[in-house]
């Protein structure tokens, strides 16, 4: 009896994003060119901000840790699915299946509150400008940091023992571009209502608690920077949050669309065109949207480079 609960499934086999060859070779080609940059991007902001001095601030400690979630994030997706456009099977084992859910739910969750502890952090510093080196000390940082981490573990923790707690005997067709438990969930030859609500329970702790510091904190931010007097100051602060807000959208928002609501029993193409925009895009958007367009990292990038800041 005990055998016959085991899972018999040894490996699980993706429908991807496409069967038609040609969509595929151009899928290829554009995961290949957005996985580059987001690869050159990230490690271009880490190395940055450890050899420059100038961003050795509690801002860009957080920035560090976001572009190394990002990059991590990315790659225990994108090589795998780059591989699986020019495979004619598209198949992944057991173990490597829990294993990707494992590293792609800690990063990813990590990466949430990560966002969340940002977007305090702006807070303080535009609203409490005189308390902000007060309220941002090295020790509050480095423990908000590890909050985060430690919240991504407990998130994907939690996730992939209610997902693999479940037996998968029979199919084995992921109609997805990789292990992501929602999708594996419709696979189980078991009821699934105790994992959908621990995973739902989950969602509200990383996805809808962060998010909702997060507008609160840019509500507060863009209250401010209507009552300055510098217009030109204003311009800014409103082009950064709202190219930060932009990224809210696209991560956030795929993810509650994707966690937050009832698992049917089939995956549609929309559901997967969807999960690309908080796997594959927003991790290359991170860096050029948190980082790139900063005045001090520009400046820093100048340095490396050998050139003079203009």
């Known amino acids: 009896m005990e055998k016959e609960n085991q899972t018999s499934v040894n490996e699980f086999i993706f429908l991807g994003l496409s069967q038609d060859f040609?969509?595929?070779?151009?899928?290829?080609?554009?995961?290949?060119?957005?996985?580059?940059?987001?690869?050159?991007?990230?490690?271009?902001?880490?190395?940055?901000?450890?050899?420059?001095?100038r961003l050795h601030t509690p801002m860009y400690f957080f920035l560090?840790?976001?572009?190394?979630?990002?990059?991590?994030?990315?790659?225990?997706?994108?090589?795998?699915?780059?591989?699986?456009?020019?495979?004619?099977?598209?198949?992944?084992?057991?173990?490597?299946?829990?294993?990707?859910?494992i590293v792609f739910l800690l990063v990813?969750?990590?990466?949430?509150?990560?966002?969340?502890?940002?977007?305090?952090?702006?807070?303080?510093?535009?609203?409490?400008?005189?308390?902000?080196?007060?309220?941002?000390?090295?020790?509050?940082?480095?423990?908000?940091?590890?909050?985060?981490?430690?919240?991504?573990?407990?998130v994907s923790l939690v996730d992939t023992i209610f997902t693999f707690?479940?037996?998968?005997?029979?199919?084995?067709?992921?109609?997805?571009?990789?292990?992501?438990?929602p999708a594996l969930l419709k696979l189980a030859s078991a009821d699934t209502y105790s994992t959908e609500m621990a995973i739902f329970t989950m969602g509200v702790i990383?996805?809808?608690a962060p998010v909702s510091l997060i507008l609160v904190s840019?509500?507060?931010?863009?209250?401010?920077?209507?009552?300055?007097?510098?217009?030109?100051g204003g311009f800014k602060a409103f082009s950064t949050c709202?190219?930060?807000?932009?990224?809210?959208?696209?991560?956030?928002?795929?993810?509650i669309f994707t966690y937050m609501r009832p698992n049917s029993k089939t995956t549609k193409e929309r559901d997967k065109i969807i999960s690309v925009f908080y796997t594959v895009v927003t991790p290359m958007l991170n860096p050029i949207i948190y980082s790139l367009r900063n005045k001090d990292v520009k400046g820093a990038l100048m340095k490396l480079s050998g050139k003079k800041p203009s």
Request: aromatic share 14%.
């Open 64 to 101: 560090r840790n976001l572009s190394f979630a990002d990059l991590c994030f990315s790659t225990s997706i994108v090589p795998q699915v780059l591989i699986h456009f020019l495979a004619k099977k598209k198949s992944i084992s057991f173990f490597g299946c829990m294993a990707q859910i």
């Open 108 to 154: 990813g969750c990590t990466e949430c509150a990560l966002l969340a502890v940002m977007s305090y952090d702006r807070y303080v510093a535009v609203c409490k400008p005189l308390h902000y080196s007060t309220i941002m000390t090295q020790q509050i940082c480095l423990q908000l940091t590890i909050g985060s981490w430690a919240s991504g573990a407990l």
């Open 242 to 255: 709202g190219s930060h807000l932009l990224v809210v959208v696209l991560f956030y928002g795929s993810g």
């Open 206 to 208: 990383i996805l809808l």
């Open 218 to 232: 840019y509500w507060n931010i863009i209250s401010t920077v209507i009552r300055m007097q510098s217009g030109e």
């Open 165 to 181: 707690h479940l037996p998968y005997k029979t199919q084995n067709i992921i109609n997805h571009y990789f292990c992501e438990p």
């Open 22 to 53: 040609q969509t595929q070779i151009l899928l290829f080609i554009l995961f290949f060119i957005i996985y580059l940059l987001t690869v050159f991007g990230n490690l271009l902001i880490i190395i940055l901000i450890f050899i420059d001095l």
